[in-house]
C-alpha cells in the first residue's frame, strides 16, 4: 500500500499493483490527472427526489379530488409533503441501506425548511409590494405629507415624508439613548457587577419580555402627563428606548462574555487598568457583535405601533422637531391608514409598509459596512499616511541615485 | 517596506537590571492552600526556570511575581515579593503598576485579534496610559519586533490582523508586545507547550537573547528547554496531601547533573512527574 496525493489534497490510498514500479509511477504522473469527484448530488439521488416529489403530487391529487370528502389548498400541500416524505423514504429504501437513507432524508427535510422560510419572506414581501404599488409607484409618495390629502383625493396626493422623518428621527433618538446605555449595561454585568450582576440582569430579562403597550404607557404616565412633556417626537423616542435597551444590554451581554478571558488577562499583565481594558480591548474585540446587537434593538424599535401611538400623537404634515408638536412614525402611519375604508388609503398604508421594509434594509447594510471591518484592517486615513510614506522614501531613493549618478 | 525610521532614541544609558526575590510566599484558593512558604531569589538578568510536574504550583507562584493571581476568585496569599527591595504588595502599590514592570507571556499565544501585529505591539503603551509620538512608536514597535525575533517575518504586513499568523509567530508577537512597555522582568508561563518545535527553537533562541537584558522566568515542562535556556532553576514539587514547595533550587547544570536530592534527581531523569 502506498499513499498518494490527488490534487484536491486529500490522500488516496492506492495499492501496490497500481504502482508496479517507479518508471510507472513517473509515466503515470505525467499523464494528466482526473480529480476525483467526492460528494455533491449524483443523478439517482436528483431522480429520486424528482420522482418522489411527482409520485406523491398524483397520489395527493387522487386523494384529495376523488378518494377524500376534503377540499383546501392548505391541507392540499400539507399532504402532497407528507406524501413527498414517504415516498423519498419508501424509493431510498429500495436502493440504499437504512443509514444513508435516514441521513438524505434529514438532509430533505433541512432544505425544504430552508425552502419554506423563503417562501414565506418572498410571499409577504411580494404581498405588500403588489397592494402597496398603486401608491408607491407615483414619485409623489416620498417627497409629499397627507396635509393636503383627502379620503377621495387622487393617488398622485399624498405620501409619506413626514411619515419617514419622523420613524427616522425617533429611531435615530431611542438608538442615541439606548445603545451607549445597553452596552454600558452589559459591560457592568459582565465586567464589573460580579454578585450585584444578577438583580440587574432578572431586570433586563423582565423588560425584554415587557408588552410593547407598557413601555407606551409608562412613557404616556411619567413624561407625558406627569411631567406635562407634550406628546411628541422625543417622547416616543422614549418609549421607544425602554423597549430597545434590553434587547440591546443582553445580546451585547452575550458578544461581550465571548470575549476570551485571556484577552483580558494579557491586557493586564500589560500594566492596564479594568477600564483601560474593557474600553481598548474587550470591546474592539466584540465589536462585530455588538453592531449585531445595535441591529436588532433597532429592529425591534423601527416597527414599535403602541409605545409611539400613546406617546408621539398624530399629525398629518411635516414635523422635522422631534422635541415639539405632534410627529407620525411609519408604523404609526400604517395603522392609522390601513382601517380606513377607502382603497387608495389602504394602498398608501401598504406602500409606507414597503417604505419601512426599505429603510430597514438600507439601516442594516450601513450598520454591517460601519461595524464589519475586518480586524486591524486600514481606515482611509491609515492607508493615506502609508502611501505619503512610501512616495517619500521612494522620493529620497530616486533623489540619492541621480546625486551619486552626478557626482560620477 | 523598508526599515527606515526617523526617529532615533537618547543616546542609551546602561540599563540597571532588576532582581527579584520571595521571601516565604504561601498562597491559596479558598480554604485550598496550593504554596508552602516558597523563598526564591532569580538573579537579575538572568534567565531563571521553574520545573516540577503538573498541578505543584508553578503557575500560580509565578502569576503571583506580577500580581495576577489576586485577580482569581478566592484566592489569597502570604509572604513578600521584593522588585529591586520594594515589597510589589506594599500596600497603596497600583497592581497595574507592578504589572506594567513584571510583564507576563501566556502558555497560549493571545494577541489581541481586532488589532494588527503593529497596534499589538504598541498596545501596552495604550493600555497603560503611556502617551507617545508616531515616530517613537514606530520605533518601538520595530525594535520590539526584532527582540522578539519577529521583525524579518512581519515587516512587510504590519498593518494585517495579528491573528493571521501562525502560533509560533503569535507567541513571539505575544513577547515582542510584552517587551515594547519595557519590563525589567518577563514572566513565562510554559510559552512553548502549544507550539511546534521550529517555533520552540525560535522562542528559545529569543529568550536567549533577551538574557542580560532583562529578568526572565519561565515555567517549563520541558527538561532540555530548561537545560537549553535557564541558568538557574527550582524544582517544586506538591503531593496530593501537602501544598506545593521549592524542593531544590539552584544553577542549573548543578541540579540537572549533580541534584542534592534524590526527589529531583528522579525527576530530571524522567522516573516521575
Not at chain 1, 449595561?185 to 403597550?213: C, H, K, N, Q, Y
Not at chain 1, 478571558?261 to 466584540?286: D, F, I
Amino acid at each position: 500500500m502506498a499513499t498518494t496525493t490527488d490534487q484536491t489534497g486529500k490522500p488516496r490510498m492506492t495499492t501496490a499493483l497500481d504502482l508496479p514500479t517507479a518508471t510507472a509511477t513517473a509515466t503515470a504522473a505525467a499523464a494528466p490527472e482526473r480529480r476525483l469527484r467526492l460528494g455533491g448530488v449524483t443523478r439517482a439521488e436528483v431522480s429520486t427526489l424528482g420522482g418522489a416529489l411527482l409520485g406523491s403530487l398524483a397520489l395527493d391529487w387522487m386523494l384529495y379530488e376523488r378518494l377524500l370528502p376534503f377540499s383546501g389548498a392548505q391541507g392540499f400541500l400539507l399532504c402532497w409533503y407528507l406524501l413527498f416524505l414517504g415516498f423519498c423514504y419508501a424509493l431510498g429504501s429500495v436502493q440504499w441501506d437504512p443509514q444513508t437513507v435516514r441521513e438524505r432524508l434529514v438532509s430533505v427535510v433541512a432544505w425544504s425548511a430552508g425552502l419554506l422560510l423563503l417562501v414565506i419572506i418572498a410571499e409577504q414581501i411580494g404581498y405588500i409590494a403588489i397592494r402597496g404599488w398603486h401608491a408607491a409607484s407615483h414619485g409623489n409618495f416620498l417627497t409629499q405629507d397627507m396635509d393636503h390629502t383627502a379620503a377621495h383625493s387622487p393617488i398622485t396626493s399624498g405620501g409619506v415624508l413626514h411619515a419617514m422623518i419622523g420613524s427616522l428621527e425617533q429611531l435615530g433618538l431611542a438608538t442615541l439613548f439606548a445603545v451607549p446605555l445597553g452596552i454600558a449595561a452589559a459591560v457592568f454585568m459582565s465586567e464589573v457587577g460580579g454578585r450585584a450582576a444578577r438583580p440587574v440582569r432578572t431586570m433586563v430579562e423582565a423588560m425584554t419580555a415587557l408588552p410593547s403597550i407598557v413601555a407606551g404607557l409608562f412613557v404616556l404616565g411619567v413624561v407625558i402627563l406627569s411631567l406635562g412633556l407634550q406628546a411628541s417626537g422625543f417622547a416616543a423616542s422614549l418609549a421607544l428606548t425602554v423597549m430597545m435597551m434590553p434587547i440591546v444590554t443582553r445580546a451585547a451581554e452575550v458578544v461581550i462574555r465571548l470575549v476570551p478571558g485571556t484577552l483580558r488577562e494579557a491586557s493586564y499583565a500589560l500594566g492596564a487598568s479594568q477600564w483601560r481594558t474593557v474600553w481598548n480591548v474587550v470591546l474592539p474585540t466584540a465589536r462585530p457583535g455588538l453592531v449585531t446587537a445595535v441591529v436588532l434593538g433597532m429592529a425591534r424599535g423601527v416597527g414599535e405601533t403602541s409605545p409611539v401611538l400613546l406617546t408621539a400623537g398624530f399629525t398629518t404634515r411635516v414635523n422635522a422637531n422631534p422635541f415639539s408638536g405632534h410627529q407620525v412614525s411609519l408604523p404609526l402611519y400604517i395603522w392609522n391608514y390601513v382601517k380606513q375604508p377607502y382603497p387608495d388609503m389602504v394602498s398608501r398604508a401598504f406602500a409606507a409598509a414597503l417604505v419601512l421594509m426599505a429603510i430597514v434594509l438600507v439601516l442594516f447594510v450601513t450598520a454591517r459596512v460601519l461595524g464589519g471591518r475586518r480586524p486591524g484592517a486600514l481606515s482611509r486615513r491609515q492607508r493615506r499616511r502609508i502611501a505619503r510614506d512610501a512616495a517619500a522614501r521612494d522620493a529620497v531613493v530616486r533623489e540619492t541615485a541621480v546625486r551619486e549618478a552626478a557626482t560620477r | 517596506m523598508t526599515t527606515t525610521v526617523p526617529y532615533q532614541p537618547a543616546a542609551a544609558e546602561p540599563e540597571l537590571l532588576s532582581g527579584l526575590e520571595t521571601r516565604g510566599v504561601s498562597a491559596w484558593f479558598g480554604a485550598h492552600k496550593v504554596l508552602e512558604r516558597v523563598s526564591l531569589t532569580m538573579a537579575a538578568g538572568e534567565v531563571t526556570a521553574l520545573i516540577g510536574p503538573s498541578g505543584c504550583g508553578k503557575s500560580t507562584y509565578l502569576r503571583i511575581l506580577n500580581r495576577m493571581h489576586e485577580m482569581v476568585r478566592g484566592a489569597a496569599l502570604a509572604g513578600e515579593v521584593l522588585l529591586d527591595g520594594a515589597d510589589v504588595y506594599e500596600a497603596g502599590r497600583r497592581p497595574a503598576e507592578v504589572r506594567r514592570r513584571i510583564g507576563m507571556v501566556f502558555q497560549r499565544p493571545n494577541p489581541f485579534p481586532a488589532m494588527s501585529i503593529a497596534d499589538n505591539v504598541a498596545s501596552g503603551l495604550k493600555l497603560a496610559g503611556i502617551k507617545t509620538s508616531r515616530d517613537e512608536r514606530e520605533y518601538l514597535v520595530e525594535t520590539s519586533l526584532r527582540r522578539a525575533g519577529l521583525w524579518n517575518e512581519v515587516s512587510g504586513r504590519l498593518h494585517t490582523p495579528g491573528g493571521a499568523l501562525s502560533g509560533g509567530q503569535q507567541q513571539r508577537l505575544c513577547i515582542a508586545r510584552s517587551l515594547a512597555v519595557s519590563p525589567d522582568i518577563l514572566l513565562m508561563d510554559e510559552p512553548c507547550s502549544a507550539l511546534d518545535p521550529t517555533s520552540t527553537r525560535r522562542v528559545e533562541e529569543t529568550i536567549a537573547e533577551l538574557r542580560g537584558r532583562l529578568t526572565v522566568v519561565i515555567v517549563t515542562h520541558n527538561m532540555q528547554q530548561a537545560q537549553r535556556v535557564s541558568q538557574s532553576c527550582a524544582f517544586f514539587l506538591a503531593t496530593h496531601d501537602t501544598p506545593g514547595r521549592i524542593v531544590e533550587a539552584g544553577p542549573t547544570a548543578q541540579l540537572f547533573t549533580d541534584p542534592a536530592d534524590p526527589r529531583t534527581a528522579d525527576y530530571v531523569n524522567g522516573r516521575f512527574g
